[in-house]
């Protein structure tokens, strides 16, 4: 089986770039979706197909509608769905992303630094694991994914 997992939130780094490499040097059966992240293109898909808003609610509305039928769809067919919250900027998209895939029942990994464990202790409580480098993430898709447990021997791991 091949497990799809959709890789949400924050897009000014390259901890999307990370897990991907970290699974496959992993060898796990995985495939990556992800929103849009180009942030210029993401924010004005929807003047740029359907026509200019002179009023910016109207310009950001017809934007997130557009997203939000790729979010939606590829967060619906996620196996998995990481979110992560960057240091610098409130991503209130990843926490909506977040919600809705809770909602699905989506088995939820969140990813965030320490600091931000309080403002986002609603989120961390819906998720099934909270980590903070992409290399945790990694881990835990090895050990959903394959069953094994990085660095132990069977003896070590309980088995």
Do not use: C
């Amino acid at each position: 089986m091949t497990w799809t997992v959709y890789l949400s939130g924050e897009i000014h780094t390259d901890w999307r770039e990370q897990i991907e490499a970290g699974a496959k040097a992993a060898g796990l059966e995985v495939s990556f979706s992800a929103p849009v992240t180009h942030h210029e293109a993401s924010d004005d898909v929807g003047v740029a197909l359907l026509g200019k808003e002179p009023d910016k609610f109207w310009h950001d509305h017809k934007g997130a509608q557009i997203n939000a039928i790729r979010t939606r769809t590829l967060i619906g067919k996620a196996d998995i769905v990481v979110v992560r919250f960057g240091e610098k900027y409130k991503q209130w998209n990843a926490a909506f992303d977040a919600g809705y895939a809770a909602a699905l029942g989506k088995p939820l990994i969140i990813m965030h630094q320490d600091e931000h464990a309080h403002a986002l202790k609603e989120v961390d409580a819906a998720a099934l694991a909270v980590a903070r480098t992409p290399e945790e993430v990694v881990l835990i898709l090895q050990y959903v994914i394959d069953g094994t447990l990085a660095g132990y021997t069977d003896k070590e791991a309980g088995r």
